[in-house]
C-alpha cells in the first residue's frame, strides 16, 4: 500500500513538472513573438468601413480638426484601461501631426467625481458610446478616418495594439 502511494506521489510530481515546463516554454514562445496587433472580431463593434458620424457629433472633441481620430473605449473600473491611459500621453505626442486619440468611458453615475477626467494630454470624454456601437468589453479601440469611417478596430491591451490601429489607418490614407 505504501509503495503504491509512493509511486503515485512521484507520477503526480512528475505530471506536474511537465505541465509547469510546458507552460512556461509556451510563455517563453510567446514573449519573443513580439507585439501582435489589435485583436479584432467581425461580431464585436461598428464593422469596418461603417461610418460613425452619428456618433461621433454626439461628442464634444476637442481640437477636432479633419485628422483621424483614435477612440479608446473604456471605463473607470478597467485596471487596463487605467495604464494606457498612463502611457498614451507620449502615443498622443509622437502622433499629433497625424492622428487625435481620444478615450471614451461609460458615463459616470449621479454624483460619482469625474475629477481624474483632467490628468494627461489625451482627453477623457463621457458617453454611452460603446454600449451604441455594440462593444461589451474594453479597452476597445476604434479608429475613424476624417469622414468618420472606421478604419479599423480591435481590442487593445497594449500599447503596441494602439500603435498598430494608428499604422494602419496611415496606410489606408496613404492609399487614397
Known amino acids: 500500500m505504501k509503495i503504491w ?30 507585439p501582435v496587433g489589435a485583436r479584432s472580431s467581425e461580431s464585436v463593434g461598428p464593422r469596418v ?3 460613425l458620424t452619428p456618433f461621433i457629433n454626439t461628442l464634444e472633441i476637442p481640437g477636432k480638426n479633419g485628422k483621424p481620430i483614435l477612440f479608446i473605449l473604456g471605463n473607470n473600473g478597467c485596471g487596463i ?3 494606457i491611459r498612463h502611457e498614451a500621453d ?7 501631426s497625424k492622428a487625435d486619440i481620444v478615450f471614451v468611458y461609460d ?4 454624483g460619482a467625481n469625474n475629477g481624474n477626467d483632467k490628468e494627461g494630454k489625451v ?19 476604434v479608429i475613424v478616418d476624417p469622414t468618420g469611417v472606421v478604419l479599423g ?8 495594439h494602439l500603435e498598430s490601429l494608428l499604422e494602419l489607418t496611415q496606410k489606408n490614407l496613404q492609399k487614397n
Open 5 to 34: 502511494l509512493f509511486i503515485n506521489s512521484v507520477g503526480l510530481f512528475i505530471t506536474a513538472s511537465m505541465l509547469y515546463l510546458t507552460i512556461r516554454q509556451v510563455g517563453l514562445l510567446l514573449g519573443r513573438m513580439g
Open 49 to 51: 468601413g461603417e461610418n
Open 81 to 83: 484601461c487605467s495604464k
Open 90 to 96: 507620449s502615443l498622443a505626442n509622437y502622433w499629433a
Open 107 to 110: 458615463p459616470l453615475p449621479p
Open 123 to 141: 482627453p477623457i470624454l463621457r458617453s454611452d458610446m460603446r454600449a451604441k456601437v455594440g462593444v461589451g468589453f474594453v479597452p476597445f479601440g
Open 153 to 160: 478596430k480591435g481590442l487593445v491591451n497594449e500599447m503596441s
